[in-house]
């Protein structure tokens, strides 16, 4: 490798490509990481980071009216949305530095501007060409808007984080995670939310029961969720836009944002001057150790179109670092792979929906499900109601599936992907003491078959 300038340049600086370049670096490859854009890409800028922020911004307002019954009066709680963005971007920003600060700690160099392939081992980046024995591509994905008349009046989750100004009223197209988690956040910042779906429940892939348990919660809190609606076009309106439905009807509102998935960003990068093959759709294919069709070079995170989510870019950078710089050529398994939707209430899964397991496991399953409300609310009088649900294979008693709505869910479902990891059987649940007063807790008391 001692003919080239790096062992290894990256293209991206977003959470897998600056995750790949320290542990490279770290194991002392010479690492060069270029990013056009901010430091620590979708996640950190316009994807998990502010948006949790905005989840727990938006919660309170849930918060202030369950603590009346719990004494607390007095309060009049008013929401100024300048202060939030503004604190947001703040503490978004000291993350940038730390990120930049982590890279060159490791000892990769930092090259701010737009990078591409001008060859299998060549890089340019505004101008100057570096030689590298390896090149990887971390770019990511953007938004995609489906083409209608008007689309160029939608925002999406690119701007939400931003506006100079909250709507009274929303309407969020699309039913995946980026929809219903910010139809959550703005009902919960006091916009009025419609959500439109194409389909007949949104959440496309979750487990049916957990779908429908989510769907009926959010309605329950206010949020217009309709299904089976497409939208014909987007057009100005006096205050604001007005959107016409497939049907014929249609809806005003402040502001209209499509969350109708993410493309890869992969045109324009030189990639077809590497020799490197791009799929129809911009996602690259890769073999199990992240190699292209051409040996040098590298793809992970969304540029490949599998799981879009941060901790498996990241986990796919550690295995390109390994197989480069370490201990020899590594993959990644990408089975009960944990996610969460962060709606309201929040929806967290790990392993297979009811449905794949009843494929998957044709000499039977056993089904486990609780719907309660939690303790907290028995005061707050909160209707929210929590769904818990066991996917067990009858013929070896593994636990093959864990899904949940309701408070925490996500963290309550990290440790228990532990379990499903570690392959544990209903007995090895059985088995487990409860930590009481917990909603987890019911996880491990589930005696009832539901079917
Ligand atoms: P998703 O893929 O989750 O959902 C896209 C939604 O848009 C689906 O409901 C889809 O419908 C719908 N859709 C697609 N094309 C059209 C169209 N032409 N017209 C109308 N509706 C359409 O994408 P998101 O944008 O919500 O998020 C992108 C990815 O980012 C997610 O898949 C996820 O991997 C990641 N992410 C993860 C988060 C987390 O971990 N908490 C949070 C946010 C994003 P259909 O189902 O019918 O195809």
């Given at each position: ?38 430091w ?10 502010p ?29 100024d ?99 219903a ?28 029961d ?9 309605r ?72 292209t ?8 995170g ?95 008693d ?54």
């Amino acid at each position: 490798m001692g003919s080239f300038d790096y062992d290894l340049v990256v293209i991206g600086g977003g959470s897998g490509g600056v995750r790949t370049a320290r542990f490279s670096a770290a194991a002392g490859a010479r690492v060069a990481i270029a990013e056009e854009r901010d430091w620590g890409g979708t996640c950190v800028n316009v994807g998990c980071i502010p948006k949790k922020l905005f989840g727990y911004a938006s919660h309170y307002s849930e918060e202030f009216r369950d603590a009346a019954r719990y004494g607390w009066s007095s309060m009049a709680p008013r929401f100024d949305w300048p202060t939030l963005r503004d604190n947001k971007s703040a503490e978004i920003t000291r993350l940038n530095g730390i990120y930049v600060n982590m890279l060159k700690d490791a000892g990769a160099d930092v090259l701010e501007g737009r990078a591409r392939l001008t060859g299998p081992h060549e890089v340019e980046i505004d101008g100057q060409r570096l030689s590298t024995a390896n090149i990887l591509v971390a770019t990511g994905g953007w938004p995609y808007v489906p083409d209608i008349p008007g689309r160029e009046h939608a925002i999406t989750s690119n701007e939400c984080f931003f506006l100079d100004d909250l709507p009274k009223s929303i309407v969020i197209v699309g039913g995946g995670y980026i929809a219903a988690e910010f139809a959550g956040i703005f009902h919960g910042m006091g916009v009025e939310v419609t959500q439109l779906y194409r389909g007949e429940l949104f959440l496309r892939g979750f487990d049916d029961d957990i779908r429908r348990h989510l769907a009926a919660e959010m309605r329950t809190k206010g949020i217009d969720l309709r299904f089976s609606t497409d939208v014909a076009s987007i057009a100005r309106a006096n205050s604001g836009y007005s959107v016409r439905l497939a049907d014929g009807a249609s809806l005003e509102a402040g502001l209209v944002m499509y969350a109708t998935g993410r493309r890869p960003l992969t045109s324009g990068l030189g990639l077809e001057k590497a020799g490197v093959t791009v799929n129809d759709d911009g996602t690259i294919p890769v073999d199990e150790h992240f190699r292209t069709n051409v040996p040098s070079v590298f793809a992970i995170g969304d540029v490949l179109g599998r799981l879009e989510l941060t901790p498996v870019a990241t986990t796919e950078g550690m295995a390109v670092a390994a197989t480069l710089f370490g201990d020899g050529p590594r993959s990644v398994d990408y089975t009960n792979v944990p996610s969460a939707v962060f709606s309201q209430p929040e929806l967290a899964t790990v392993g297979l929906t009811e449905s794949e397991a009843r494929q998957r496991h044709a000499d039977g399953i056993d089904i486990y499900m609780a719907r309660f409300r939690p303790l907290r609310h028995t005061i707050s009088l909160n209707d929210e109601m929590i769904l818990m649900k066991l996917v067990v294979a009858s013929a070896t008693d593994r636990v093959v599936g864990v899904h949940m709505v309701g408070p925490d869910a996500a963290e309550i479902l990290q440790g228990f992907s532990v379990a499903l990891k570690a392959g544990a059987t209903k007995a090895d649940f059985d088995a487990t003491v409860g930590i009481h007063p917990t909603s987890a807790e019911e996880f491990v008391t589930m005696r009832q078959k539901a079917a």
